[in-house]
């Protein structure tokens, strides 16, 4: 990895991808788990006395299903929410050179044009498919996706104002934090 992120010219690009690839990856764990939940909660095979295969899996993988289904809704959304967040922070401790601003615009647009593609692929994968369903009850990540050309324009926007406009941070001390 890099160690000089300097302007961070890609950072909205790989927070487009981080978020698209983490709701899907929640969504198809939360499908699957919840597949695997209902067919053992399904078998009838007696174990004990008074117990089944099926009893023991509804107390266990079943407790397990609704609670993490919750979390996952949950962490995907702030996942997707502190990245944007970390991409502002960065850009305000980082000082770029101002003659980069046309190459950032350039990148701003770009991602715009790459956040609609993602968010019409995403519009599709929640009106049809396997996935529907399960799209659908990651209320904030999906927000967040079907608005994603406007939360990449305030990001951008925002991020070229904090990384280009020169704040100085300790100006007792004659200069920038970096």
């Given at each position: 990895?890099v160690m000089d992120n300097k302007?961070?010219?890609?950072?909205?690009?790989?927070?487009?991808?981080?978020?698209?690839?983490?709701?899907?990856?929640?969504?198809?764990?939360?499908?699957?788990?919840?597949?695997?939940?209902?067919?053992?909660?399904?078998?009838?095979?007696?174990?004990?006395?008074?117990?089944?295969?099926?009893?023991?899996?509804?107390?266990?993988?079943?407790?397990?299903?609704?609670?993490?289904?919750?979390?996952?809704?949950?962490?995907?959304?702030?996942?997707?929410?502190?990245?944007?967040?970390?991409?502002?922070?960065?850009?305000?401790?980082?000082?770029?050179?101002?003659?980069?601003?046309?190459?950032?615009?350039f990148v701003i647009i770009g991602?715009?044009?790459?956040?609609t593609l993602i968010s019409n692929?995403?519009?599709?994968?929640?009106?049809?498919?396997?996935?529907?369903?399960?799209?659908?009850?990651?209320?904030?990540?999906?927000?967040?996706?079907?608005?994603?050309?406007?939360?990449?324009?305030?990001?951008?926007?925002?991020?070229?104002?904090?990384?280009?406009?020169?704040?100085?941070?300790?100006?007792?001390?004659?200069?920038?934090?970096?």
């Amino acid at each position: 990895m890099v160690m000089d992120n300097k302007g961070q010219i890609t950072a909205l690009l790989v927070w487009m991808a981080l978020a698209f690839i983490t709701v899907l990856f929640f969504a198809v764990w939360v499908y699957g788990f919840n597949i695997v939940t209902n067919k053992i909660s399904g078998i009838d095979t007696a174990i004990g006395s008074n117990e089944t295969v099926g009893s023991i899996g509804t107390s266990t993988f079943g407790k397990i299903n609704s609670q993490q289904t919750t979390g996952l809704h949950i962490l995907a959304f702030v996942m997707i929410f502190m990245s944007a967040i970390s991409i502002l922070i960065s850009h305000f401790i980082i000082k770029s050179h101002p003659v980069f601003f046309v190459v950032y615009l350039f990148v701003i647009i770009g991602a715009v044009m790459g956040a609609t593609l993602i968010s019409n692929v995403y519009e599709g994968l929640m009106d049809s498919g396997v996935l529907a369903t399960t799209l659908e009850g990651f209320s904030g990540a999906s927000f967040i996706m079907l608005n994603l050309p406007l939360w990449v324009i305030t990001i951008g926007i925002f991020g070229s104002i904090f990384l280009f406009a020169g704040i100085l941070r300790d100006s007792g001390a004659g200069g920038s934090v970096v």
